[in-house]
């Protein structure tokens, strides 16, 4: 099977004024239609500097990222975000969730700008399949932890993406809420062919996962 999304030869230096830090050194990466990978590593190693190359919300310095096969790397950041928006769903550690907005209105938020009449239905959809048909109009304040976290894997799914990342997602959640939310990432790639890849400090994610990467001090072990 081929590779939905690849690094090949990444390379990202972050310039402090004087000093170069090199967050990732000579990364190779890849990931299938349907696989759940991991990515553990230390505070520091570059974890999240490498999930937000692979979700093109960062440029690398050196290297080449390809979505589907095509290479991505030197698009205009018009077209990046397009391609962004088409392929790529992000889940994060701490929710980021807008707290005036219901569930569902948040669940929108992804399609707010393209004018798509159907985003309502999906939203609701989307709500009901993790579990939270019942808590549409709760706004994050009068949802748990594991509520808020699948409200935002429901918003990461809203645009049909082919790639979930996810920075840490059971980091804010104890370890049965954290259980539920990997299994909800379980079926998401069989059912839909998703490619599940996230960053994690939790051992309890290998369980789940296809691979383990290792990343310490920017490299692939
Ligand atoms: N915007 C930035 N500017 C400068 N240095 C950065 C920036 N982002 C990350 N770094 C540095 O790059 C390295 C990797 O960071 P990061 O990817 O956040 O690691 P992790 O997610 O594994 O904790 C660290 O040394 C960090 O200080
Ligand atoms: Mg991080």
């Known amino acids: 099977m081929s590779n939905i999304i690849e690094l090949r030869d990444v390379w990202k230096r972050y310039d402090t004024g004087g000093e170069v830090v090199e967050a990732l050194k000579d990364v ?16 520091g190693s ?14 690398p310095s050196e290297g080449t990222v390809l979505l589907d096969g095509q290479d ?3 698009l205009s ?3 990046m975000t397009t391609q962004r928006k088409r392929f790529i769903g992000f889940i994060f550690q701490s929710f980021h969730l807008i707290p005036t907005l219901s ?4 669940v929108e938020v992804p399609t707010l700008f393209g004018d798509d009449p159907t985003a309502r239905d999906r ?10 048909g019942d808590r549409l109009d709760h706004r994050p304040d009068q949802l748990s932890g594991g509520q808020k976290q699948r409200v935002a894997i429901a918003r990461a799914l809203i645009n049909e993406p082919q790639i979930l990342l996810a920075d840490e997602p059971t980091g804010n959640l104890d ?13 998401i790639r069989r059912e839909d062919d998703v490619a599940v890849i996230a960053v994690t400090h939790d051992p309890q994610l290998s369980n789940y996962t296809d691979r383990t990467v290792e990343l310490i001090d920017g490299r692939i072990q």
Not at 28 to 43: D, N, R, T
């Open 28 to 43: 190779h990466f890849h990931a299938e239609p349907g696989e759940f990978v991991s990515v553990m590593g230390p505070s």
């Open 46 to 59: 570059g974890k999240s500097t490498m999930l937000n190359v692979l979700g093109l919300l960062d440029t």
């Open 72 to 74: 991505v790397t030197d």
């Open 77 to 79: 950041d018009r077209e």
């Open 103 to 106: 569930a569902l209105e948040n």
């Open 123 to 132: 939203a609701t959809e989307l709500l009901e399949r993790v579990g939270l």
């Open 175 to 187: 370890q049965e809420t954290g259980r539920s939310v990997l299994d909800l990432f379980d079926e």
